[in-house]
Structure formats: C-alpha cells, structure tokens
C-alpha cells in the first residue's frame, strides 16, 4: 500500500427522509425474514453467487484497511467429507466433554448435536479465515488491527448478501478448528474465523421458534 493515499470525490446517494424510511423498512423486512438454516438441500446454485457475495464482504471496514480475511469456498465433495470428519470430532468432544451444563442447556432449545450432515449436504462451504498479518508489496510481514472487528462485519455484510440473493446460511464454529488450515492448505497466520454454510433450505425444513429482542430492549436513544 502507498505511503500517500490519493484522495477522490466521494460518491454517495443523497436521499430524502421519506426515501431513507422507505429502504431502511424495506430492509429491515428482508433481513427480518433470515433464519439460521440447519436442514440443506443438496441443490446448488450459481458460483457468481457467492462470487458477488463475498465481494461485497471485502467491502467491509477494516482496521487501518488491512482487510484481515481469506474467503476459502470448497465446493469438492472430497474436501466437504474431510471437513466434516474433524468437525464432527471437536463436536463430539464438546457435546460430551468440553461444554459446561450452563451451555448444554442454553443450546438445548436449538436442538444441536455433534452431527453435522449439513458440511456435506450443502453446496458451499464458505471458511472464513481472519489474517493477523498481511504482507506489504515489498513482502514484509505487517501487523494487522482490529482483526476481529473487520471479520466479524465482513462475516455480517457476507449473511446478508447471501440473504438477499436467496441463499440460506448457517454460522457454523466447531471449536478448535485449527484442523481446517491444515485441511485447507492456508498458513498458521491465519486463524479460522467460521465456516459459513450456504445453500437452499431442504424442502419443509424447520427452524426453532424464537423471537427477536425488541428496538426497546435492544437500544436506548439519550
Ligand atoms: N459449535 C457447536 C455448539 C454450538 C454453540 C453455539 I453458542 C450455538 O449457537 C450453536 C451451536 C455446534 O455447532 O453444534
């Protein structure tokens, strides 16, 4: 990156309040309408999909811009089974071992388990890796800031384009997933962040009854 950053005219839409009301309900309606997904079909849909998608992840703010993400999208059956092997490892370990009462019984309305049919039922799994250093044109290692806060909305804006495209997801984080640098060839700077499912719904899937905190409880205006 340049010392010297150019700077050029911002593009940007001016809208009337009525015109922000009208998107900002619209959106809110859409994005109300997005349910973690559990239950895949195997029925796949166009890559530009998920191409377009994760662009406009790398859209997102970052730290000092470094944009700390690697987008690893697997489509191998193969790669999916491996995937799914370790999941299923660390999961086992987790649901009978690792997880306090506490949490087994905050996860227990969500009805999970330690099988995970979903890493190979669906046609995209999306890995998102969070880069604690980049390297500059020369090649030398530079630290990265706020690496979870630029993921983490990089990982937002990516659910809800795949939203608004019609493609359902799920955030999937089998804890540790250190297996998938190994799986997935990347280097250990690089942390896996989650693995983000993506496809359709299977045909009469169900998804828990739980609601949504209102603006109220969730915002306070002073
Ligand atoms: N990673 C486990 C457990 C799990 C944890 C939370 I917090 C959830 O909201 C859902 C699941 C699993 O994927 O089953």
Not at 17 to 38: C, I, K, N, P, S
Not at 88 to 99: D, V
Not at 188 to 213: C, D, F, H
């Amino acid at each position: 990156m340049d010392e010297a950053t150019d700077f050029l005219p911002l593009d940007f839409e001016y809208l009337d309040g009525a015109e922000m009301q009208r998107r900002a309900a619209a959106f809110r309606e859409r994005m109300g309408l997005r349910r973690t997904v559990r239950d895949f079909a195997s029925a796949s849909l166009p890559r530009q999909v998920i191409e377009d998608a994760i662009r406009t992840a790398g859209s997102a703010p970052s730290g000092a811009n470094m944009q700390p993400w690697h987008f690893c999208v697997v489509e191998s059956a193969e790669i999916k089974r491996q995937i799914r092997i370790a999941a299923e490892e660390e999961e086992r370990e987790f649901y009978q071992r690792r997880a306090s009462a506490e949490w087994l019984e905050a996860l227990a309305p969500l009805g999970t388990d330690a099988d995970k049919p979903f890493l190979e039922t669906a046609p995209y799994l999306i890995v998102i890796f969070l880069k604690k250093f980049s390297s500059s044109e020369s090649g030398e290692k530079l630290k990265n800031y706020y690496t979870a806060e630029s993921v983490g909305i990089a990982t937002g804006l990516l659910i809800a384009a795949l939203h608004n495209a019609g493609v359902a997801t799920l955030t999937h984080t089998p804890s540790p997933m250190k297996f998938l640098n190994e799986i997935l060839g990347r280097p250990v700077t690089e942390k896996p962040y989650m693995i983000l499912v993506a496809g359709l719904p299977a045909q009469g899937a169900q998804v828990p009854a739980i609601k949504r905190k209102p603006l109220e409880e969730i915002a306070d205006f002073v």
